[in-house]
Each structure stands twice: as C-alpha cells, then as structure tokens.
C-alpha cells in the first residue's frame, strides 16, 4: 500500500468511526505508529480530520473528501463503470455531468469515445456545474461545453448556490450521469453536502433520462441530504460483486441496473 492509498485509508476509517486510535491504526494498515502520526498530522494539517492525543477524531469535512484524496478509492470499479456508462450516450445529446471522481471518469470516457469524434458527428454538449470536467473537456473540439455559474467548493470543484441554478432553469438536458454518495434502493440519491444536493436535484429535474453512476461501496445507504427519489433514476451503473438482494431492490423500484 502507497501513501496515497494510505491516507485514503486512513480518512475512510476516520470517517467511518469517528475516532481511531494510533496503534489500532497501525496494527490495521500494517505500518510502524510513528508512520500513522504523521500521516495523522498530515491530513490534520489540511483539516481532513482533527487531532487528539493518541489518535484522531472526524470532523465534517472528512466525509466530503477533495477529489485528489477519493480518486484512489475504487478506481478499477470506477472505469469500468464510467465506460459502460458512456455507452448510453449517443451523437448530438445534451449530457449533463455534476462533479465527482466517478463522473470525472465519464467525462474522459465520453471524451475518447472515436465515434463522438468522426468528421461530420455531433458531437456532444454537456453542461456540468463541476470546473474540474470543464476543464478537461474544454480542450475536446466535437465537444461543447456549458459550465454552470456559482460558488466553487473546494472539496469537489463543484459550483453550487442561487447564481448556478439560473442557466439550469433556462435549459433540458437529455441524459444526465449523476455522481452520488449514496443511494439508497427505498429512498432515492444523496449528497453529503445540502448545496450540492439542491444543484444536483435541480439538474436531475432538467433531465428526460437520469443515470446515476456509484460503486457498490455507495448502495443500500443514505447520507445527509437527498438528491431525488428513486422514481426519478432511470438507470444505476455500478460494478459487479454487488449483493443480488441490493440490485433486485434498485430494479423493483423500476431502476434499471447495469453492471460493469
């Protein structure tokens, strides 16, 4: 295990309990407790978590990771699901992407896809609240981008508040891939963050077709603050290895499951 996947090891059982120990950390992860302290004062240094004597307690923004730090959670599930997901868009749609580290790889699926890309195609145009994917697409000619206004948060590059809901509320769009973290087969999609969760919902309700895109460590769970029920999911992309009773759940709620 390198340090980066480390550390997001570490904020993962942070977050998970609550408060961790040193030596139980070490013990866990295999490395000396010297090693822990500082990967401890590291991730503190950023306000990833806070320091106690001895160990390390949650703070709220650990469960809102910065993408550098989520990027290695999952990432073998992560493309395959983002590849497979790219296949449901087609030429000439209005895609909508919202931010997150699964939804980045869409982004780059969409963007290498050679058809999309052909001499006469139309390519695409996609609207995402998410300068991270902007930027990536950007640079892509059969690509038009359309990028949200409001606040940027750090934590995910996302644009959220009252100035990104204006252009939403002026366009459709004909698929949106929504980056979740979490949802739930009874109750729908969350968010960790109530903003992001208001522009996601606004651009869900923008949407004739809704994919969310989440590895199986996101089913069968809730967070915060809700993004939109299941009803308004038309398709869940996920990997494979879920638990059949979870995927039977999603598709008696009338979601289609596909997994990659």
């Given at each position: 295990?390198?340090?980066?996947?480390?550390?997001?090891?570490?904020?993962?059982i942070?977050?998970?309990?609550e408060?961790?120990?040193?030596?139980?950390l070490a013990?866990?992860l295999d490395?000396?407790?010297?090693?822990i302290?500082?990967d401890?004062?590291?991730l503190a240094e950023?306000q990833?978590?806070?320091?106690?004597?001895?160990?390390?307690?949650?703070t709220s923004?650990?469960?809102?990771?910065?993408?550098?730090?989520?990027?290695?959670?999952?990432?073998?599930?992560k493309?395959?699901?983002s590849?497979?997901?790219?296949?449901l868009a087609?030429?000439?749609?209005?895609?909508?992407?919202n931010?997150?580290?699964t939804?980045?790889?869409?982004a780059?699926?969409?963007?290498?896809?050679a058809?999309?890309a052909?001499p006469?195609?139309?390519?695409?145009?996609?609207?995402?609240?998410?300068?991270?994917?902007?930027?990536?697409?950007?640079?892509?000619?059969?690509?038009?981008?359309v990028?949200?206004?409001?606040?940027?948060?750090q934590?995910?590059?996302?644009?959220?508040?009252?100035?990104?809901?204006?252009?939403?509320?002026?366009?459709?769009l004909?698929?949106l891939?929504?980056?979740?973290?979490?949802?739930?087969p009874?109750?729908?999609?969350?968010a960790?963050?109530?903003?992001?969760?208001?522009?996601?919902?606004l651009?869900?309700?923008?949407?004739?077709?809704v994919?969310v895109?989440?590895?199986?460590?996101?089913?069968?769970?809730r967070?915060f603050?809700?993004?939109?029920?299941?009803d308004a999911?038309?398709?869940?992309?996920?990997?494979?290895?879920?638990?059949?009773?979870v995927?039977?759940?999603?598709?008696a709620?009338?979601?289609?499951?596909?997994?990659?």
């Amino acid at each position: 295990m390198n340090r980066h996947e480390r550390l997001s090891k570490l904020l993962d059982i942070v977050g998970q309990r609550e408060r961790a120990d040193v030596e139980e950390l070490a013990a866990e992860l295999d490395v000396s407790a010297a090693t822990i302290r500082r990967d401890l004062d590291h991730l503190a240094e950023q306000q990833l978590l806070a320091r106690t004597r001895g160990g390390a307690v949650a703070t709220s923004i650990a469960y809102d990771l910065p993408l550098r730090h989520k990027a290695a959670r999952h990432a073998p599930e992560k493309q395959r699901i983002s590849a497979a997901a790219a296949r449901l868009a087609q030429p000439g749609m209005v895609i909508g992407l919202n931010g997150g580290t699964t939804t980045t790889e869409v982004a780059r699926s969409l963007a290498t896809r050679a058809d999309l890309a052909e001499p006469g195609s139309p390519g695409l145009t996609v609207v995402t609240n998410a300068l991270n994917i902007a930027n990536e697409l950007v640079v892509r000619p059969h690509i038009k981008i359309v990028v949200t206004g409001g606040v940027a948060r750090q934590q995910s590059f996302e644009l959220t508040g009252p100035l990104a809901t204006h252009i939403l509320q002026e366009i459709t769009l004909d698929l949106l891939f929504l980056g979740v973290d979490a949802i739930d087969p009874e109750h729908g999609a969350y968010a960790h963050h109530e903003g992001e969760a208001s522009i996601n919902r606004l651009m869900a309700s923008r949407a004739a077709r809704v994919a969310v895109v989440a590895d199986s460590s996101k089913l069968n769970r809730r967070a915060f603050a809700q993004i939109c029920t299941t009803d308004a999911i038309d398709t869940l992309v996920t990997n494979t290895g879920v638990d059949a009773e979870v995927l039977d759940a999603f598709e008696a709620a009338g979601t289609t499951v596909l997994t990659a």
